[in-house]
């Protein structure tokens, strides 16, 4: 099991918080603040109770989280023109490129891996790996 200190410092190091966090107008991002721009990223646009749900979060620290976020210029917020009690946020800017720029580097590093091991299920390993973090995470099982 050697690997998964491996693993584990791998990811981090390759991640792309710290060359994010520079990015941000000269202030740091928080682990949780990484985590939303990934969410925004793949997901795009969302509510707040989208974000909310999808970073597994309550509702009142996902409106704090999207305005410390807004305050960075890291996401911008838009209210539904036919209901303004909905709120969406998305990425700003250069957070929105930067995002956009790692996913399709991310994409293609899985690409190039899975083609070097083509007997490897990719759904069967995304699985795995998806029951590995509940796992980390200490959560119960489905």
């Keep these: ?18 060359r994010a966090r520079r990015q941000a107008q000269g202030e740091r991002l928080t682990g949780r603040q990484m985590k939303a721009v990934v969410f925004l990223a793949h997901r795009g646009k969302a509510t707040m109770g989208e974000f909310a749900d999808g970073l597994e979060i309550g509702r009142a620290a996902a409106s704090e ?4 976020l807004l305050d960075k210029g890291v996401v911008r917020r838009e209210h539904d023109p036919d209901d ?14 930067y995002a956009t720029d790692m996913l399709a580097q991310w994409g293609e590093q899985l690409e190039t891996t899975f083609a070097r091991f083509p007997d490897i299920d990719p759904d069967a390993l995304v699985a795995f790996l998806r029951d590995l973090i509940v796992q980390l995470k200490g959560r119960p099982q489905a």
């Design 1 to 18: 099991m050697q690997l998964l200190p491996e693993l584990a410092v791998t990811l981090y190091e390759t991640g792309p918080h710290e």
């Design 65 to 68: 989280l999207a305005a410390r």
């Design 84 to 97: 303004l009690r909905i709120v969406s946020i998305s990425l700003a800017g250069p957070a929105e490129r």
